[in-house]
Every structure is written in C-alpha cells, then in structure tokens.
C-alpha cells in the first residue's frame, strides 16, 4: 500500500521543538509536492504547509507562520516539518500527503499520523 509514514512527534513543554520527518512507503517524493497538516481534538484538520518539488516554493498556514518550516531532501526521500516556539494549541495529529502541487488540493498517500503534544 503506497502511504506515508511519519515520525518525530511527542511531548514538549510549550516554547519548545520538534523536528517531524515523512517519508514515503513504496514510491519516491521527487515527484510529488509534499504537505503537512494537523487535526487537533475536536478540529478539522488543517493543511500547514507544502512545498513543491522545486523544493523553493512553498505555503506556509498564518497559524505557523515564522515557527514552522518545511523543508525536503529528495536524495534522502524525506520531507520535514522543523517546530519551533511550539504552543499548546500546537496539539494534535500530524500528518503529510502527497500532490501534484501545492495549488492543486487534492492530496493522496496519507499516513497514520504521528502525535504532538504541547503542555503549558
């Protein structure tokens, strides 16, 4: 089954970090835009950010803005979320899908989600 997994997710105070990491499972991420979302309890979850293949255009959510960055290493066939001055509202289920690019919005290969945590 072609999905994603991803990692790096867990338990931080607030003001703190994490680095996610997505990597694909049975294909390559060189030809695909990669997105990040999040769906907190009792949300909807919420794209944060993509990046296209050229790995220099991206879209970042005003939420995040100025915490998060994406970034994607093809050689590695990785895609990372790097969060910073994490808050509590940061709390939820973190995901990333695959497009043909980020203005397109329809999204396929999603995985199971890695958990974040924020406590105050």
């Not at 607030?14 to 694909?24: E, I, K, Q, Y």
């Not at 255009?57 to 590695?76: G, Q």
């Not at 969060?83 to 509202?89: G, Q, R, T, V």
Request: glycine fraction near 10%.
């Amino acid at each position: 089954q072609l999905r994603f997994v991803e990692s790096g997710g867990g338990s931080v105070h607030a003001g703190g970090s994490l680095r996610l990491s997505c990597t694909p499972s049975g294909f390559t991420t060189e030809y695909y835009a990669i997105g990040w979302f999040r769906q907190a309890p009792g949300k909807e979850r919420e794209e944060l950010s993509c990046i296209n293949t050229d790995a220099r255009s991206t879209k970042v959510a005003d939420s995040v803005k100025a915490r998060f960055i994406i970034s994607r290493d093809d050689a590695k066939n990785t895609v990372h979320l790097q969060m910073n001055s994490l808050k509590p509202e940061d709390t939820g289920v973190y995901y990333c899908a695959a497009t043909p690019a980020c203005t397109v919005g329809t999204w396929s290969y999603w995985g199971q989600g890695t958990q974040v945590t924020v406590s105050s």
